[in-house]
């Protein structure tokens, strides 16, 4: 009944939340482009993506099941990334257009410079939410099958039909201008200023930005992972209501019993009895229900006193679990789902955690040719996480800011599937970001610039981009904070954060900074690798 309640509740808030999101993406849109035609496009890439990826989870859920909060996956990324990528591919086309180059000409350098960074940047992100698959939890792999449907879909949808859009539109691209400084892009605004800004006092800015992700992150000391439960809910939930006065008013978390089975146990009468008298000794077991013999087999309930998804259920369980019997006994239920499950994410998520950190710095490296930048890109990354987890765990947990993220019920704990996908997604968004700045720091390196000067430059043609698409993408999550299920306003809260602080204070002071202080070193890496890296 709570799983019912909970997957109606999130197909109403998923339809409130994009009838949010989708006509505001618009409108901004609208501003940052400056034009009604060229707004139009980065909107039509993104709910391709989302339809795409409901066709491709249709037909993965023929196959396997698939989890209803890949929905808001799928939504959320679609529209980020269809439009994050189509922002870059319509800015270069513009910008090759005003250059004075023809529109075919045009079209085949946009795709040459800025298509091949949305291939890599696609591929820096598929890499990564494919981990989501490495576990063990339906809930999990179907958010790691709608990343990379999403991924897929995006890419394919900048790459290939987008192109072929603005060839046929060419200088009409501009029409129905609404903004016009929007149009032209300057070779020296105020993200290059910001850039020489940062770069002429690069530790000053350091410590200042470490200091503020340490702040953030401190909150995270008090973190406590657990599972979704009625009180995910609203509060006045007919569901979530029913459960809380069943755990106030009866003894014991009798709706969700401990369920022993042993095999071949009506055979050993004895034995039974002894068991049951150690069961009911261990902590928090409030009753032990005579055993039920069915063929050979038996069946013992016990009741807790213990919430059955929680640190501490998983500990009464080890204790069942570690009874000193010959009979072999089977423990299940609710509260052994959840030790079972947080068995596998614990024992999967190192595998993860390896997989992201070795491809990423794989895949950047083949990109940038350095073996400096990858290795940074990853520990800015894990900065950004720390800070975003230790805010998830300030509001979450301690009950802060409601009146920003809505009423929810404090339970003490913060989904652990959810974490590792809020931590997933927004690595992945990171990298994207990280990859549309290096790609023009190199790409105005290699031109001839100075370190200086291509960081400057880098900057100022893609922070314009990097900090829109993560406005939008951010206004796309933060509609999920209308939503009544705590686990989506988590979602939803989480990326948002992550996202607006990855594209301020990490890419906009810290890359710079660092980048001035290690100078030439950026694009240092052995000789004998460096025939390995793609040409650009």
């Known amino acids: 009944m709570i799983n019912e309640a909970i997957n109606t509740k999130i197909s109403k808030d998923l339809a409130l939340a994009e009838s949010i999101s989708v006509p505001l993406t618009f409108i901004l849109l609208i501003f940052i482009f400056g034009g009604l035609i060229s707004s139009a496009m980065p909107l039509v890439v993104g709910l391709s993506a989302i339809l ?38 319509v800015n270069r086309f513009r910008e090759e257009l ?35 698959m490495f576990f063990p939890l339906m809930f999990l792999k179907s958010f790691g099958y709608a990343g990379v449907g999403v991924v897929f879909t995006a890419v394919f949808g900048a790459l290939v039909p987008l192109p072929a859009i603005l060839a ?6 501009d029409k129905f201008v609404v903004r016009k400084s929007a149009i032209t892009p300057k070779e020296d605004g105020r993200w290059a200023q910001t850039a020489r800004f940062v770069m002429k006092r690069p530790v000053a800015v350091v410590t200042f930005a470490v200091i503020i992700l340490a702040i ?107 009874i000193p019997t010959s009979l072999k006994p089977l423990v299940g239920g609710t509260a052994a789902e959840y030790t079972d499950t947080q068995g596998g994410i614990s024992r999967t998520l190192p595998w993860a955690l390896g997989w992201i950190a070795l491809s990423v710095l794989i895949l950047l490296f083949l990109y940038t040719g350095s073996i400096i930048l990858p290795i940074k890109a990853v520990i800015l990354n894990i900065l950004s996480l720390s800070a975003t987890i230790g805010a998830l765990s300030w509001i979450f947990i301690d009950g802060h800011l409601t009146w920003l993220v809505g009423s929810f019920t404090k339970t003490g704990s913060i989904d652990t599937s959810m974490v590792i996908l809020i931590c997933v997604v927004t690595f992945g968004l990171s990298m994207d970001y990280e990859v549309f700045l290096l790609s023009r720091i190199k790409e105005e390196h290699d031109a001839g610039r100075s ?16 900090t829109s698409a993560a406005i939008l993408l951010a206004v796309v999550f933060a509609a999920f904070l209308t939503s009544g299920v705590t686990n989506i306003k988590t979602l939803g809260f989480g990326v948002a954060f992550a996202i607006l602080l990855d594209s301020t204070l990490v890419r906009a002071l810290l890359v710079p900074a660092l980048m001035r202080l290690f100078g030439e070193r950026n694009w240092w890496a052995p000789k004998a690798l460096k025939r390995f890296t793609i040409s650009h």
């Open 52 to 89: 795409g990826t409901f066709l491709i989870l249709y037909l993965i859920s023929l196959a396997t099941g698939v989890s209803i909060f890949a929905l808001n996956l799928t939504t959320g990324m679609g529209l980020g990334l269809g439009i994050d990528y189509s922002l870059l591919i």
């Open 98 to 132: 005003h250059s004075g180059k023809s529109v075919e000409e045009s079209v085949a350098r946009t795709v040459a410079t800025a298509g091949r960074t949305v291939f890599f940047s696609g591929l820096t992100v598929l890499v990564t939410v494919v981990s989501l």
């Open 168 to 173: 046929m539109l060419g200088t009409r691209v």
């Open 216 to 322: 953030l992150a401190t909150p995270i000391k008090n973190i406590v992972f657990s599972e979704v439960d009625s009180r995910a809910l609203p509060a006045n939930n007919k569901a979530a209501i029913a459960s809380a006065i069943s755990n106030k008013e009866f003894d014991g978390q009798s709706a969700n019993p401990i369920e022993i089975i042993i095999p071949g146990g009506a055979a050993h009468q004895d034995q039974l009895l002894s068991y049951s008298s150690a069961l009911s000794k261990v902590k928090g077991i409030v009753n032990v229900a005579a055993p039920q013999i069915a063929g050979n087999d038996a069946r013992i309930s016990a009741i807790s006193s213990i919430s059955p998804r929680t640190n501490a259920a998983e500990s009464q369980i080890d204790a069942v679990r570690a």
């Open 451 to 466: 370190n200086v000067d291509a960081v400057a430059t880098g900057l100022q043609r893609s922070a314009r981009i990097i």
